[in-house]
C-alpha cells in the first residue's frame, strides 16, 4: 500500500519538524516504531501515517521519551530515594 499522508505533505513535514523539535530524533522514531506496532489496518484505516501518530496517538512520544531518559536517570533516582527513605525513617 503506498504511503499517504495524514493531511497533506506539507502538514505532515511541519508535524514532524515539531516532533523533531520536541522530542529529537531517537524519541520520534522509537515513538513511531510503538505505534507501528501496535497498528492493525482496518477498512476504515488501511494506512498508517506519521501525523496520525502525532495527531491521536501523542501517548507514544511521551512513553518513548520515558524509555529514553530512563536509564540516564534511572541510577540517580534511586539513590536519591534511598537518601530520601532514610532521611524519612530517621525523622520518624
Known sequence: MPY?????Y???SRMMKQALHKYGAE???LAYDFELKQYRPSPQYPGFSFGFA???RKNAFSRAYLAVSKPASGDESDEGSETTTE???DWL
Open 87 to 89: 532521611s524519612q525513617v
Open 10 to 12: 506539507g502538514a505532515e
Open 54 to 56: 502525532w495527531s491521536w
Open 27 to 29: 524519541v520520534v522514531a
Open 4 to 8: 499517504e499522508p495524514f493531511r497533506n
